[in-house]
């Protein structure tokens, strides 16, 4: 047995291995199953909008665009999320984001990742998550989106870049403001170190939640400029039932 095996038991014995979101003792898997099992059952069904991924709610099934992205297309080309942003689901990433339940990260990078629009001709060249500006890093300790995109950028084999799109200025939190204020708040806070690293390159954005998706179309509007094409995940989609 390798040194590394050795040192894993001796951990699992002392400290036996939990599930991330309840505690329950699991063997080979982060989540308990039930715990998996509740997440699953707020995973985001089709049929939703081919552009941003919001799910109707009722409807034809057949695959279509909704109202808001035929008015106004959005800089992705496809935003997908894993959950609705509800019940257990929200619990999971309140718990991930504000309770430092960092060992969620995989679990969730995961469901993340399995979330992730399709690109007709392969994978994405760069997995890049939503920056947190220094100060909030500071105060939080981690950004969740990093390590949901470090998670995702290892089970799709696709190089991670957390340091080219950067938070320029301080913003509010946006789960603080109005729908009507949130694309202000973030107007312009974005901007690319190296501009040339993404032209002509396809780039995955991750980021956890996507509410009104204000600061996901910032960020792709600012890798739209530097000549990329982008698609975006988030863990969860806010919806009204
Ligand atoms: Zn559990
Ligand atoms: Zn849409």
Do not use: W
Request: charged share 20%.
């Amino acid at each position: 047995m390798r040194a590394a095996a050795v040192i894993k038991t001796i951990v699992d014995v002392i400290l036996p291995p939990v599930c991330a979101l309840c505690g329950n003792d699991v063997r080979r898997d982060r989540l308990c199953r039930g715990c998996e099992a509740l997440l699953e059952s707020m995973a985001i069904q089709p049929p939703f909008c081919r552009v941003c991924g919001i799910p109707f709610v009722s409807g034809s099934s057949t695959p279509h665009t909704c109202a808001l992205c035929c008015i106004g297309t959005p800089p992705f080309i496809a935003a997908r999320s894993a959950f609705v942003y509800d019940a257990c689901a929200l619990d999971a990433i309140h718990a991930f984001k504000y309770n430092g339940r960092v060992a969620l990260a995989r679990a969730l990078g995961a469901f993340a990742a399995q979330a992730s629009p399709c690109l007709c001709d392969g994978r994405p060249n760069v997995v890049m998550p939503v920056p947190l500006h220094k100060a909030r890093l500071k105060e939080r300790g981690f950004n969740q989106s990093l390590l949901i995109a470090r998670e995702i950028s290892r089970l799709q084999k696709t190089p991670l870049d957390y340091a080219n799109l950067r938070r320029i200025r301080p913003t509010d939190q946006q789960v603080r403001l109005s729908a009507k204020e949130r694309p202000k708040n973030v107007k312009g806070a974005f901007a690319l170190e190296r501009p040339d690293m993404v032209r002509g390159k396809a780039v995955l954005l991750v980021d956890d939640v996507y509410t009104t998706g204000a600061t996901i179309r910032e960020c792709a509007a600012a890798l739209n400029r530097a000549g990329a094409k982008v698609f975006a995940v988030t863990l969860a989609r806010a919806v009204k039932l």
